[in-house]
């Protein structure tokens, strides 16, 4: 096996032993990385105060004393719990994603009611951000979560799904790698991600500003389509044999030429989360 290869299935192996620190730890981290090189020195300014005080967090376990360790936070503490055993943030689960059915047109009234969508916890988050008088702990939580949910809603299938919570019950493989604990979902979050990030030049710098202008254009609500369009055009219909709605094998399997041309979309997506979450740093610290 030539030392690629080894590299490679070490890799792989952290990937589906944690699924959830795939996306979530490099993605997150470069979706937060463009948007610090992309904001103000005031808006840096503001952030590095408000990290400053992270020990009010109370979560010595899941540290935020830069914008990529905030920007996993709110998976990090997923699992926390209190004295009495019940997990402290269990009120945030259903923030991270919106169940918006590709198959049908896209609406965010039913998958978004009462607020428990990452599209209205994205809004609510900067709304509390912005507002000097929110109390400092449930601002530095604001940003916590508006940096996290941000880099969710531009995962695809956190924006899209069909009844399979968004592809998590569709086994896969990836090329030639396959593990029972290989989904569609965690493909997107993963090995899928990584590849994209590390596929041409870097994507963390500064963008003109006639880039950041064009990419960051339009509402939470331009971005959640833009995003759910993507889940059903591009992640569903690629993995299901060019039709979005056809009915969902049990397992699916993503060949080199198709990741190879779903790298591109992937990276993209990064690019944009960063550029606006960018946009909404400046708007909530102007």
């Known amino acids: 096996m030539s030392r690629f290869r080894i590299l490679f299935a070490a890799l792989l192996a952290l990937v589906v032993s944690a699924p959830a620190q795939a996306y979530w730890e490099y993605g997150h981290q470069t979706i937060a990385s463009i948007a610090w090189a992309n904001i103000t020195p005031h808006s840096r300014a503001e952030i590095r105060k408000l990290l400053a005080d992270q020990a009010i967090l109370a979560t010595s376990e899941c540290p935020a004393r830069t914008i990529e360790e905030a920007s996993v936070w709110p998976d990090c503490v997923k699992p926390l719990k209190d004295a009495s055993g019940k997990r402290r943030f269990d009120y945030a689960y259903t923030w991270h994603f919106q169940d ?154 993503l060949d080199n030429a198709t990741i190879a041309r779903l790298v591109p979309v992937a990276r993209m997506e990064i690019e944009r989360g960063g550029l606006r979450l960018a946009k909404m740093l400046d708007a909530a610290f102007r």
């Open 100 to 253: 918006v059915n590709v198959c049908k047109p896209f609406d965010l009234a039913g998958p978004c009611k009462d607020g428990n969508c990452v599209s209205v916890q994205i809004t609510r988050q900067a709304k509390l951000l912005r507002d000097r008088h929110t109390p400092r702990l449930a601002r530095l939580q604001a940003l916590l979560f508006l940096v996290h949910f941000v880099g969710d809603l531009h995962q695809p299938l956190h924006a899209g799904e069909r009844d399979d919570q968004g592809g998590n019950k569709i086994k896969a493989t990836y090329g030639t790698y396959s593990t029972p604990r290989f989904n569609l979902h965690s493909i997107w979050d993963g090995p899928l991600a990584e590849r994209a990030i590390t596929t041409g030049g870097s994507l963390v710098h500064r963008y003109p500003a006639s880039v950041r202008t064009q990419v960051a254009q339009g509402d939470v609500v331009d971005w959640s389509r833009q995003s759910w369009q993507i889940a059903r055009d591009v992640a569903y219909t690629s993995a299901l044999g060019g039709d979005a709605c056809a009915p969902e094998p049990q397992h699916v399997t």
